[in-house]
T-cell receptor
Framework: NAGVIQTPRHKVTGKGQEATLWCEPISGHSAVFWYRQTIVQGLEFLTYFRNQAPIDDSGMPKERFSAQMPNQSHSTLKIQSTQPQDSAVYLC????????FGPGTRLTVL | QQKVQQSPESLIVPEGGMASLNCTSSDRNVDYFWWYRQHSGKSPKMLMSIFSNGEKEEGRFTVHLNKASLHTSLHIRDSQPSDSALYLCAAAHSNYQLIWGSGTKLIIKP
């Protein structure tokens, strides 16, 4: 069991560019969560899927962020027109009961 | 207003001492509490969970829950330098989604 896999581990983009982050949940886990974490804001919920269906995206900045889960083996978080304030560690977690976190993707927007 | 409040924000405990961390939910609909530990540069990992009133002990770690006041506490006895980390409390409805506190930064001084 490789755990939750996130790629890339680090991503640097220029302001205004697009960033796509990938998450492969633990096989058999029915729920997938996306969070972002910064020193200032702490751990912020973005969105989650259960059995691939979007359940709650109340934490997503509506205009530039989108998330999908096209199949049970991966989910993507896309950020369009990245801004410096989007710089953070983006964490994916999968869950049957407790949440298991991936190693995160550190996004830096210059 | 944060629905899950953690205190203190930071805590310094001498090696071998007892660390006590607190967490309270203002959302009366929560059913479960989780404690996660996050070492610097790593992702959060579940430490302990508690669903029923009372106390649960695992090794050096003890968790208390008072459901009437929606207050949980985590106690670490014989604290070790390796216990230095950010401790995150999360409260959950039965629908998997967790409400996260902002964490307590614990430093164990050798």
């Amino acid at each position: 069991n490789a755990g939750v896999i996130q790629t890339p581990r680090h991503k640097v983009t220029g302001k205004g560019q697009e960033a796509t982050l990938w998450c492969e949940p633990i096989s058999g886990h029915s729920a997938v969560f996306w969070y972002r974490q910064t020193i200032v804001q702490g751990l912020e919920f973005l969105t989650y899927f259960r059995n691939q269906a979007p359940i709650d995206d109340s934490g997503m900045p509506k205009e530039r962020f989108s998330a999908q889960m096209p199949n049970q083996s991966h989910s993507t978080l896309k950020i369009q027109s990245t801004q410096p304030q989007d710089s953070a560690v983006y964490l994916c977690a999968s869950s049957l009961d407790e949440q298991y976190f991936g190693p995160g993707t550190r996004l830096t927007v210059l | 207003q944060q629905k899950v409040q953690q205190s203190p924000e930071s805590l310094i405990v001498p090696e071998g001492g007892m660390a006590s961390l607190n967490c309270t939910s203002s959302d009366r609909n929560v059913d479960y509490f989780w404690w996660y530990r996050q070492h610097s540069g790593k992702s959060p990992k579940m430490l302990m969970s508690i669903f029923s009133n009372g106390e649960k002990e695992e090794g050096r770690f003890t968790v208390h829950l008072n459901k009437a006041s929606l207050h949980t506490s985590l106690h670490i006895r014989d604290s070790q330098p390796s216990d230095s980390a950010l401790y995150l409390c999360a409260a959950a409805h039965s629908n998997y989604q967790l409400i996260w506190g902002s964490g307590t930064k614990l430093i164990i001084k050798p």
